[in-house]
């Protein structure tokens, strides 16, 4: 079994920038894909990007140029930098893992972008 803890996320003026983590602990063997995905409300969660074990990234339309993510592999850990943040952008973000060829999802952040 696979825990995933996110940390970062809160309230921030258009424009600013964020930072999301998720780390993975537990019995892990291999991770290979890990991504963010959000869901904003009345709306369906969407994937943000994602990354594989050989760095190959892959991102939404609507964040390319402002968000970048990245992985720590000795930590187990998937980061997400949100830059250049605009209302749109207001959403619950969770990481996501495939371990092992299992799916695993962290609990969720908030991210709220106003003024």
């Known amino acids: 079994q696979v825990q995933l803890v996110q940390s970062g996320g809160g309230l921030v003026q258009p424009g600013g920038s964020l930072r999301l983590s998720c780390a993975a602990s537990g019995r892990i063997f291999v991770i290979t894909t890990m991504g963010w995905y959000r869901q904003a409300p009345g709306k369906e969660r969407e994937l943000v990007a994602s990354?594989?074990?050989?760095?190959?990234?892959n991102y939404a339309d609507s964040v390319k140029g402002r968000f970048t993510i990245s992985r720590d592999n000795a930590k187990n850990t998937v980061y997400l930098q949100l830059n250049s943040l605009e209302p749109e952008d207001t959403a619950v973000y969770y990481c996501?893992?495939?371990?092992?060829?299992?799916?695993?999802w962290g609990q969720g952040t908030q991210v709220t972008v106003s003024s």
């Open positions: 990354i594989t074990s050989s760095s190959s990234t």
């Open positions: 996501n893992v495939l371990e092992n060829g299992r799916y695993y």
